[in-house]
């Protein structure tokens, strides 16, 4: 049981290239999230999913896109990244909703855009 | 009404002490209170949750400390021991047209305890 895990671990990109964060899960967990983590920020939530074919954005969704076609995968695409985009990124996944379920993260991506 | 604040941003603490991280919330609609630790490298991990519904939880050597006329919440590390060296986030969630089910967190204490 590996629980959530993400990749890459690390990357760098350019400003304007487009990049694919995976998440994938397998706990058959339902609710899935991703974060963005800046100092002194806490943690922002991107976009979530509710189930297969189901997303809707978070707090800070602008830059990003998501899908979910299956349940055990969420992968978050950056378009046209900019250097605002640097950050860590967390993947997280429930069994239920988040206001009453724990969350599970996975270890992280972290994006340098210069 | 979506936020919730936390403090210290840093607490340094010796082996042995209490350290005391302090949330506070606004959206009286809130009714899940976890709290998660990171380690460096980490993702972050449940540690402790509340509910509105009693004033204090514990479980070890942490504890969670609920006041609801005040809208605040707090963490207590009793003993802190150089292996609670760690970021932690308090957050929130609760039923309402904007925020059902996800969590808002706060934005997070950076805990050294010192040998």
Not at chain 1, 11 to 40: E, F, V
Not at chain 2, 85 to 94: D, K, L, N, R
């Amino acid at each position: 049981n590996a629980g959530v895990t993400q990749t890459p671990k690390f990357r760098i990109l350019k400003i304007g290239q487009s990049m694919t964060l995976q998440c994938a899960q397998d706990m058959n967990h339902n609710y899935m999230y991703w974060y963005r983590q800046d100092p002194g920020m806490g943690l922002k939530l991107i976009y979530y999913s509710v189930g297969a074919g189901i997303t809707d954005k978070g707090e800070v969704p602008n830059g990003y896109n998501v899908s979910r076609s299956t349940t055990e995968d969420f992968p978050l695409r950056l378009e046209l990244a900019a250097p605002s985009q640097t950050s860590v990124y967390f993947c997280a996944s429930s069994l239920r909703e988040g206001g009453s379920g724990e969350q599970y993260f996975g270890p992280g991506t972290r994006l340098t855009v210069t | 009404q979506q936020q919730v604040k936390q403090s210290p941003q840093s607490l340094i603490v010796q082996k042995g002490g209490i350290s005391i991280i302090n949330c506070a919330y606004e959206n009286t609609a809130f009714d899940y209170f976890p709290w998660y630790q990171q380690f460096p490298g980490k993702g972050p991990a449940l540690l402790i949750a509340i509910r509105p519904d009693v004033s204090e939880k514990k479980e070890g050597r942490f504890t969670i400390s609920f006041n609801k006329s005040a809208k605040q919440f707090s963490l207590h590390i009793m003993d802190s021991q150089p292996g609670d060296s760690a970021t932690y986030f308090c957050a929130a969630s609760g039923r309402g047209s904007s925020n059902t089910g996800k969590l808002i967190f706060g934005q997070g204490t950076t805990l050294q305890v010192k040998p």
